[in-house]
Structures are given as structure tokens and as C-alpha cells.
């Protein structure tokens, strides 16, 4: 068992464990393919884990990497810009690499060609995944050096973050983007046609695109008829025109940002720092759709895996890469099916040096009385955080912990959650305020809600601790804080 004496810092939650074959590819394309150059990684973070629903890195660790990438910048303004486009490099080689075969009838292939198959799909997603934490290692730092800059040139606090937010708008219309301007289409097909079955062939249209925007990474479930029907009621109940009108305004303030640039007569520097910025933000959303699109269309690939080698889907993306290409070439599972079932109920898988030792069991949870501290919260009624998207408005608090947990939230609710993924946008757009305890001023929260027009209040840290469901609230980005009341 791993006896850590290290001091580690969470830096990401999502409520529960990721699979571990994702964060075992991320634990392998750190150890080999961390810069710019497959053959010369260039930073190597030597200490990583997923624990109690966390990614955490050695907190050493942590600042060596952020040091790294701001002095990469710092030196050389527009350098994380250069990283960010290999990142989306690697992605989509990923994407071209699986719509490749996507389509194959695996169960008629031989063992080999799976086996040659996983593999590559392994190597491209290692590669890929080396960059996981790059945006948010950046947001760490590059937000604030441009907010600085913006604050020296405009004293009102509220129009310095309305520069901000234009400056910082994404150009690339993602599919969650698209998804939902269509979406849009479709209510406006209904106000004006009503039910019938052109809907029904318009709905199935939409689900062929884009019903793997329900599912996030290897867990969710896909978009169905009955979620988008539920969705366009929910646009027709805000106004089709009021939501369209949403979308015109964040092509008026991509139209506004060279103006800005003019007027706010920015340095060089910081023209490169938000391009840089832009391009990680844009990066970092693009992956969400990616990867999930991936693990969607090669599930008839890890399906055939799995019944060859006797075990559930389920208990296979419980596996490490190696174990499976080391199982598929004897021809038999290398681990016992109760090992399997017992990192289906939870595992920790965790990286020291060059080492990757996975607990489950009670190994894991020795591990986890020593590692994980027990933490109150009384007596808390505000929290400050970065404002991300302007308002004040009030409301009840929904806790989203997990995806699962999205449904609870009702039009105008405070959803709270310890960040948010494109599989809660449908939440995200009943909601009347976003706080998150995580990300910055790039994270997907800060970017969703700008696009959605609502309040939103990011790095809150301990908002999902504090709160609790059917709490009134406050949330006032102006002063930066959410309020009990």
C-alpha cells in the first residue's frame, strides 16, 4: 500500500470517481508525452491521484507545474497559445483515429485486431491526456495578470468584468454551442407548427449528432427523445425570442472585441495572454466533446473486449490499459473478478514517481482514514469566489454533487456544484445562478454561463460544504460573494 508522506492539493472534484482507464491514460501520457514534442517531455509531474472523487496533485507538485507554464509565458508571451493547439491536435488525431473504425463489426474480428485496436486508441489518448491540466494549471494565473491589466485602464468594477467576459469570449462554435442552437430551432419549429410528426423526424435528426452530449466521459446516459422534448418545453416556457436573444449577444460581443482592444489600448503582452488564455479555455471544452464522443462510439469495441474476456463493461473501464492488453494477449483476465467488483464500488489509483498503484478494498480504505480528514463547517453564511458572468438575484440552493443530482435543480434554483461538465448544461439552463468551488475565469462554468447570460460565481472552494439543498441565497457577483439569507 502506498504510505504517503506527501502534502497533497485537490484540484479537481466532480462528484465521483472518474473511470480508472481515464485517469490511468492520464497517469501515462504524464510520464511520456508532456510537451510540445511526443519524445521530449518537459515537465513530468511526479505525484497524482484520484481519491474520494478528487484529482489531487502533490502540492510540490502543483506548484513546480504552475511555475513551469508561467514562466513559459512570462517569457515568452503566447507560448501556452502554442501548447494549446498541439492539444487540439492530439484530440482530434484521436477523433480521425476512431471515426476510422467506429464502424467495424468487432465481434467478426480475431483477438489481434482488438488488441491492435485498444492499443492504439490507448496511445492516442495518452498523448491527448498528457495536456489534461494544462487550462487549468493556466487559469490558475493568466486571468488574473489580464484582469490586472484591464483594471489599470477602467475603474468601474462592473465594466471591468464586461471587458473581461468580451475579451475573453470563444470564437469556436463547440457542439454543446450548436446543440443548443438547434435546440432553439426546434422550439421555434413547435411554437409555430406545434407537435406532429415532422418533430418526431426533427428530434430524431438532433439525437443522430448530438446525443452523446448527455453522457460525460464513460459515465451519464445519452440524450433521449424525452430529455429534448423536456428541454424545448423549458425554451418555450423562458421565450423562444428571449434565448435567441442570448445567442445574438455573444456574437455582439465577439463583434465588440476588437473595439475594446482599441480602446483599452493594450500592451502586446497582454494581447497574447488572452489569446493564450482563449486558446486553452477553448481547448479544455473541446476535449469534454471529444473524448466523450470517442468512449460513445467505440463502446461496441469495449463491449466485445469485455464478453471476450468474461467480465462487464462496467468492470473493464475499472482496468488499467496494461492489465487489458495483458489480459487480451494471454486470452484470459490477469485480475479476479471480485478485485474488479470491488473498483467498481471505488478504488484510488495513485502516481509517486513512476509508479501507479491502484487500492480498492480495505487496502483502500486504510488509505483513505489516513489520507482524508474529516472537516465542519459551521456557523458559515458567505462565501467570496470570482465573479464569472454579472447579476445579483436570489434563489434556493440545489447541491449538484453528481450528474445524477442535476434533476433536482428547477428554473431558478442556485445550482452549487463542485464544478460543472457539459452533461449539466440542461440544468444549467433552468438555473437561475452558477457558483462552483472550483475554476476560474476559463473554466467551463465561467464560459456556460456567460453564454447562458446568468450569474456566475466561481472558486468559491468550500460552496458545496457550506450550503445545502432548499438554502435561500444570495448570489451578488458584483461584491463576489453568495449569502445566506
Known sequence: MAESKLIWEEITRR?????????DTAMEGFMAFLGLDFNKPEFKPQNFRQLAGARWFGSENLADFCDFFRKKELANPGALLEYANEYKRRIKQLKDFVLQIKDLNWSEQETEVLFINFSEYLACTRKMWAFAYNAIITNKFLPDLIFAEIAKKEPNINKQNEDFNILLQLEDSSETRQEKFFLLNLAKFVEDNGYNQELENLVS?????????????????????????????????????????KI?????????????????????NILKY????????????????VFTFTVVNLK???NEIARRLGMSYKQLIEMRGVEILDSLNRGELILSLEKLNERVIESAIILEGNKVIVLSGKKLEEYKKQELKIEKYENIIELSGQGASPGVITGIVKLVLCDADAKKVNKGDILIAPATNPTLVPAMERAGAIVTDEGGLLSHAAIVSRELGIPCLVGTKIGTKVFKDGDIVEVDIINGIIRKL
Do not use: W
Not at 208 to 228: H, P, S, V
Not at 248 to 268: G, V
Not at 274 to 289: C, F, G, K, T, W
Open 15 to 23: 462528484g465521483e470517481n472518474h473511470a480508472l482507464l481515464l485517469i
Open 205 to 245: 435528426t438532433h439525437l443522430c449528432k448530438f446525443a452523446y452530449l448527455g453522457q460525460y466521459y464513460f459515465r451519464g446516459e445519452l440524450y433521449n427523445k424525452d430529455i429534448i422534448l423536456e428541454r424545448i418545453k423549458e425554451v418555450l416556457n423562458n421565450g423562444v425570442e428571449n434565448e435567441l436573444q
Open 248 to 268: 445574438k449577444q455573444l456574437e455582439n460581443d465577439l463583434s465588440k472585441r476588437e473595439l475594446l482592444i482599441n480602446e483599452l489600448d493594450l500592451p502586446e
Open 274 to 289: 488572452i489569446e493564450s488564455a482563449r486558446a486553452q479555455a477553448s481547448a479544455y471544452s473541446l476535449v469534454d466533446e
Open 300 to 302: 461496441p469495441l469495449f
